[in-house]
């Protein structure tokens, strides 16, 4: 069974960082290409960066571009999300999703972390 979990969110200023981790079990994490999706209130889900199974190609969304580093250790089952200066638009639930293009492959889903940009 799919496990994943997120944790790291958290109340930050705008312009300061935060690190997410999305801790994953029940499937060979080293086979699969990893994303991160959020979803803010009111909106639809959005996708924010992949990472290859290897770890060695990464994708980001325009708006995030420059700003997160997406990163994993296939050795801990566990990727990660750097996230710098942060704007008040990254504010959402952020989740982690094995990688189909930009969408989830996945049907189960953790309980996302919740990041908050706000003086």
């Known amino acids: 069974e799919v496990h994943l979990v997120e944790l790291g969110g958290g109340l930050v200023q705008p312009g300061g960082s935060l690190r997410l981790s999305c801790a994953a079990s029940g499937f060979r994490f080293d086979r699969y290409d990893m994303s991160w999706l959020r979803q803010a209130p009111g909106k639809g889900p959005e996708w924010v960066s992949s990472?290859?199974?290897?770890?060695?190609?990464?994708l980001y969304a325009d708006s995030v571009k420059g700003r997160f580093t997406i990163s994993r250790d296939n050795a801990k089952n566990t990727m990660y999300l750097e996230m710098n200066s942060l704007k008040p638009e990254d504010s959402a639930i952020y989740y982690c999703?094995?990688?189909?293009?930009?969408?989830?492959?996945?049907?189960?889903w953790g309980q996302g972390t919740q990041v908050t940009v706000s003086s």
């Open positions: 999703n094995a990688a189909s293009g930009r969408a989830a492959l996945f049907d189960s």
């Open positions: 990472i290859a199974s290897t770890g060695t190609h990464s």
